[in-house]
């Protein structure tokens, strides 16, 4: 058996352990950020060798798509590839894309498209649109906007609203889970960085991360706990919250702390790692993901 063999298989029995898809954001070591199709392939093919199982991928990805015309007429075929190659390899896809205008319809109307062309599993946003007004109404209007824009759809996605990192922003947990209670087709994505760099470094033992479940789980339903979406990663923080995305290796937030609740809670769904290290965080964190899975 090959190197690589025996860590793909080691990789596997850990997910299959945990009860989730671990993934990797946006790249992988050689190619941070993909851009292209054959990027993505690329990306795709090193992520299968190693056993990672689901890929968040990122809106730069998809820049050359302005309209759902553009994306039947020019760029259907390059999605359909990466998605057959995603299904050949049994990897997971989402979409991610943090930055959506103040006007977003014809964003939320095209990305929707491509997460339906392309199978994905959410499409990920931060709730972020309406910078310009006092939160409460930028909170409303982000309901009203999205609850028009998939009600008027003819595919029915699943849309991420994620928890944003700074304190002057839509994006808390309490207000992810407000719209995720009055919108449809949505669903709360907990970044885990981000709910930490919020409290000024609120996350550091196992019964914090068991309170935010707890939360969760009380306000979205037990059923949230059978597919969840997680995303993981370093970030530093001042009193407004996140500066910027740091290597985990050098954060004050332990992965530790969220595989023990996943485990005692059974959550079933996907863990996305946000490192710049790509797929080497899990290499290096090989055995030490092994022994908290044990």
């Known amino acids: 058996m090959t190197m690589d063999m025996i860590i793909r298989k080691k990789v596997l029995k850990i997910q299959e352990r945990l009860g989730m898809n ?21 990306a795709l093919r090193e992520l299968y060798k190693i056993g990672i199982k689901a890929f968040l991928m990122p809106k730069d990805l998809f820049s050359g798509i302005l309209t759902t015309s553009d994306l039947y007429k020019d760029y259907y075929g390059e999605l ?7 299904q050949k390899l049994n990897i997971e896809l989402s979409i ?6 103040d006007m977003p319809d014809d964003e939320l109307k095209t990305y929707c498209n491509i997460m339906s062309v392309m199978d994905c599993r959410t499409f990920v946003i931060h709730p972020t649109f309406y910078k310009m007004m006092p939160k409460e109404q930028a909170l409303r209007l982000v309901v009203y906007k999205i609850n028009e824009i998939i009600t008027g759809l003819r ?5 991420g609203i994620e928890t944003t990192g700074r304190t002057d922003e839509v994006g808390s947990l309490e207000e992810v889970i407000d719209i995720v209670k009055r919108t449809h087709e949505t669903e709360p994505v907990l970044n885990w960085g981000h709910i930490h760099a919020r409290g000024s470094g609120a996350l550091t033992s196992d019964e914090d991360f068991r309170r935010i479940i707890d939360k969760v789980r009380g306000e979205i339903g037990n059923q949230w706990l059978w597919n969840a979406y997680f995303i993981f990663g370093g970030v530093s923080y001042g009193p407004s919250g996140e500066q910027k995305h740091i290597p985990l290796s050098r954060s004050d937030i332990n992965l530790s702390h969220l595989i023990r609740n996943i485990m005692s809670f059974n959550i079933k769904g996907t863990l996305i790692l946000d490192d710049p290290q790509r797929e080497k965080l899990v290499l290096d964190m090989l055995e030490e993901l092994a022994d908290m899975v044990r």
């Open 22 to 42: 671990i993934g990797i954001a946006y790249g992988i070591s050689s190619i941070p950020v993909v851009k292209t199709t054959e990027q993505a392939l690329t």
């Open 80 to 86: 359909i590839k990466i998605k057959e190659t995603a």
């Open 96 to 101: 991610h894309h943090p930055s959506l205008s």
């Open 155 to 159: 595919v029915r996605p699943k849309v």
